[in-house]
């Protein structure tokens, strides 16, 4: 199965201010999600940014909102993104039958929502390399996982590469910037 734009959307998943300091690697990660960000509005592929409890957590982290044109979030309580009612409605309303998924914590809302999203029928590619967990031995669990009901795994050069289709594309140059 390969990731074509016009089929995908992608769920970002509490990129917040108090969560993600406490997340191990939490630089490397906030690195690729921007760089994932980014290639997905090159291509214009749908993105949403749930927050968790905003009032206790805080907002999304500003290396990455600033870089999103009209960034919003969509605020839940349930650690599965398809337990909030609006993200449920955005990912029907979306139409994609391919959802990459990215966020924190690998082993609790990304864990969560990614079964959920293949319970309901949809292709869930998780970047790896985009999640995160506060301590990395439940991260590599929540990969194994998720793995194991069917995820598909990819990284953020990986995906981006994939939805270019090759140097012929008009997105090449721009995407391959933002790898460097």
């Known amino acids: 199965m390969k990731l074509r734009a016009e089929e995908t959307a992608a769920l970002f998943i509490d990129f917040q201010e108090k969560l993600m300091p406490a997340i191990h690697d939490a630089d490397a990660i906030m690195n690729k999600t921007v760089i994932l960000a980014k290639g997905l509005q090159e291509f214009g592929v749908p993105m949403a940014f749930s927050q968790q409890y905003t009032k206790g957590l805080g907002e999304t982290l500003p290396v990455l909102s600033n870089e999103v ?6 605020d839940k309580t349930a650690f599965s993104c398809c337990d909030c009612e609006e993200i ?6 979306s139409g994609k039958k391919n959802i990459l998924v990215c966020g924190a914590e690998a082993h609790i809302c990304v864990m969560q929502t990614v ?3 293949m319970e309901a029928g949809m292709n869930v590619f998780v970047v790896a390399d985009c999640i995160g967990s506060r301590k990395l031995y439940d991260k590599e669990m929540g990969i194994k996982r998720m793995e194991k009901e069917g995820a598909y795994m990819t990284t953020c050069e990986a995906a981006l590469f994939e939805l270019t289709g090759g140097a012929k594309s008009p997105h090449f140059k721009v995407i391959s910037k ?3």
């Not at 044109?69 to 969509?74: G, H, L, N």
């Open 88 to 93: 449920a409605a955005w990912i029907k309303n």
């Open 115 to 117: 079964l959920d999203l």
């Open 178 to 180: 933002l790898v460097k």
């Open 69 to 74: 044109e009209d960034f919003s979030y969509i």
